[in-house]
């Protein structure tokens, strides 16, 4: 089996990674503390064509596979340290830009891609409700017609981007005897009467990445903002995870490597009892295992992408590789403190920031028990 | 194979793996009755991809698709007859 890249995947990778540490640090320690978004990096990355790694070039994009979209996406989560940026990056492109290139009509492509991609307007997606989170399905905001409108009127909590979003792609029900079947996604531009926002809610980590609750109140919104058929929204949201579950993980695995860079310096640095604290096993071993995450990591991702770059379907691999590399990034970080002892501990030191950002990758997208539920069942349990 | 030997086969699968126990008529929507949930369909296209080396697109991942047992089975003949 070959798994090496092409000298333009190689080539490019490296670039990315060479914006990302020139041009997307900054001071992190003073964004989070404000809960900031980086806008100049938002834009730096538009200008850089990140926003359009999976567009056509027909709509301004970059036009790339998912493959190398994945090792753009390692390759920012390697040179950034801004987690925040990187997840509302990818709200934008998984959750708002693919489900409109993959089920929007060409109208819907030409009036938000270009400027999505450009960065000019902030995209993602409202699905999570108080009482729907893990069962998304069971969710209870309802658009019913009324003549060549749908009235949309709903609660949605936890929505990534809604803060500074533009454009969010709302799923509603419009059909609840079908439960998952009769659930429809609609383009809601953020300043559609009915529509409102909350303040920024507080999180345990990625403090940078705007998170709010959208209301939905008498939301009036043409038939044409539907997106794709109607009762195709759990479609829609299955064909968005797939690639959330392999690219937005790849940021993980960057930061991964990143920290691990970081623990091998340390321990190479560090010296206790006369001698460098990677000399000691306990150090050691915890740094191989560090290691051993990112490799299997990377291997899964990679698969992944390979899948979905041939067309098929990657429901148990998807599953997989999130809950691995979600896994491995909080026991990594958990790792890294231990080893920089109370230099870890400090937030100074930035190391303990991974920790509080790596937590949430067990629960979006998906909890880590879902993602067992999922491989469970497609064990035939 | 036959259009009425893919019907067979799906029904055998949905009958054993997703919903045992479950009657059904063959155009019965099994949506609204509670047959197929959101991830006994996810199982059904791998069975579909495995059984009759039909690969589902995400255009085609619709309810239209997958309502009843016949739309099913069109859609796999229709699929294997491309």
Redesign the interface.
């Known amino acids: 089996m070959d798994f090496s890249l092409t000298p333009e995947q190689r080539e490019f990778k490296q670039s990315v990674l060479a914006f990302a540490e020139r041009e997307l640090g900054g001071d992190m320690r003073a964004r989070e503390k404000e809960g900031a978004f980086f806008w100049d990096g938002w834009r730096k990355c538009a200008s850089f064509g990140i926003q359009g790694l999976p567009v056509p070039r027909e709509y301004g994009g970059l036009g790339e596979d998912i493959v190398t979209c994945m090792l753009a996406m390692q390759a920012l989560g390697k040179g950034c340290r801004d987690s925040g940026l990187l997840f509302a990056l990818g709200s934008h492109m998984w959750t708002c830009e693919i489900p409109i290139l993959a089920f929007g009509n060409e109208e819907q492509k030409r009036t938000y891609l270009p400027r999505l991609v450009a960065g000019e307007i902030v995209g993602g997606h409202a699905m999570t409700e108080p009482e729907a989170g893990s069962d998304a399905y069971s969710l209870r905001t309802t658009a019913v017609a009324d003549g060549d409108h749908y009235v949309l009127n709903g609660a949605k909590t936890f929505i990534s981007n809604a803060p500074i979003a533009d454009l969010l792609l709302v799923f509603a029900t419009t059909n609840p005897k079908k439960g998952w079947a009769g659930i429809t996604g609609f383009l809601v531009p953020a300043n559609t009467p009915g529509l409102s926002v909350s303040k920024p809610l507080d999180k345990l980590g990625l403090k940078t990445s705007p998170t709010g609750e959208v209301v939905l109140e008498e939301c009036r919104v043409p038939a044409s903002a539907m997106l794709g058929k109607i009762g195709q929204g759990s479609a829609i949201f299955a064909a968005e995870m797939e690639w959330e579950r392999s690219c937005l993980f790849a940021c993980h695995l960057g930061a991964m490597e990143r920290q691990l860079a970081t623990c091998v310096r340390y321990a190479k640095d560090r010296k206790q009892f006369g001698k460098p604290i990677g000399s000691f096993q306990a150090i050691a071993h915890k740094i191989a295992d560090m290691k051993v995450r990112i490799e299997l990591g990377e291997l899964m991702l990679h698969k992944v992408a390979w899948l979905k770059a041939q067309g098929q379907r990657s429901s148990m691999e998807s599953a997989i590789a999130k809950l691995f590399v979600s896994e491995s990034y909080v026991t990594s970080s958990l790792d890294a403190i231990q080893i920089h002892g109370g230099y870890g501990y400090m937030t100074e030191f930035e190391v303990e920031r991974d920790l509080r950002d790596a937590v949430g990758g067990k629960l979006y997208s998906g909890t880590s028990e879902i993602q067992r539920n999922i491989i469970a069942s497609l064990l035939g349990l | 194979m036959t259009t009425e030997e893919i019907k067979i086969a799906l029904r055998r699968f949905i009958e054993t793996?997703l919903a045992p126990g479950a009657g059904f008529t063959d155009d019965e929507?099994l949506?609204?009755s509670?047959v197929?949930?959101?991830?006994g369909i996810?199982?059904l296209?791998?069975f579909m991809?495995e059984r009759f080396r039909v690969?589902?697109?995400?255009?085609e991942?619709?309810?239209?698709n997958?309502?009843t047992l016949d739309a099913m089975t069109a859609m796999v003949t229709r699929k294997r007859a491309a």
Not at chain 2, 55 to 59: G, H, L, R, V
Not at chain 2, 61 to 64: L, N, R, V
């Open positions: 793996d929507s949506m609204e509670g197929l949930s959101s991830m996810t199982r296209v791998e991809n690969a589902i697109s995400d255009a991942f619709e309810p239209d997958f309502e």
